[in-house]
């Protein structure tokens, strides 16, 4: 029987009722892995013609949001960080190149922070990725894409600043 998002969403609701530091976020990282590999949770969750950005569900007492993407072709991101809070991108279909960078500097008084190139890696189907406060990243996209990512708060909700890559 496939995992219906009520299960998944309380699921992850225990893990970090249990732990909202990073063991917690990591069970909620095996989770999503779980759910990757769960195909009808997937179609269901993801479907054809979904928006870039559709929240699914988010957390009343906790404020954790699961977000389901679909990009129909190719898109980048410049590096960011999720201000305060953490996420976890999972890779559901296609396949999503990802960059972390070294934060030279963070962002203060209007100025984007600094980065340098860390490391470049892929993320595939199944694959899940935990980005913790302050974990500084840059996703490309080349042609049609769909993740399912938790956030440990709405990023629609708070304020985050630009980075610029430096030699």
């Not at 957390?59 to 990009?71: K, N, Q, R, S, T």
């Not at 892929?122 to 990243?137: F, K, T």
Request: one cysteine or more; aromatic letters at 8%; a negative charge.
């Amino acid at each position: 029987m496939p995992m219906s998002l009520e299960e998944f969403a309380e699921r992850c609701r225990a893990a970090l009722l249990a732990d909202q530091g990073p063991a917690g976020r990591e069970a909620v990282c095996r989770l999503v892995q779980e759910a990757l590999n769960d195909r009808e949770f997937v179609a269901a969750q993801l479907p054809d013609g979904a928006p870039e950005r559709k929240i699914l569900y988010e957390d009343p007492e906790l404020g954790f949001a699961i977000v389901g993407h679909v990009y129909q072709g190719a898109k980048a991101s410049q590096p960011h960080d999720h201000g305060t809070t953490w996420a976890i991108y999972g890779q559901a279909a296609g396949e999503t190149l990802m960059t972390d960078w070294i934060a030279v500097a963070r962002p203060q008084a209007g100025q984007p922070g600094q980065v340098r190139r860390g490391r470049d890696y892929a993320l595939r189907p199944g694959d899940a990725h935990l980005y913790h406060p302050g974990d500084v990243h840059s996703p490309r996209r080349d042609g049609p894409t769909r993740l399912l990512r938790i956030e440990g708060v709405n990023t629609d909700r708070i304020e985050r600043f630009p980075y610029e890559e430096v030699a």
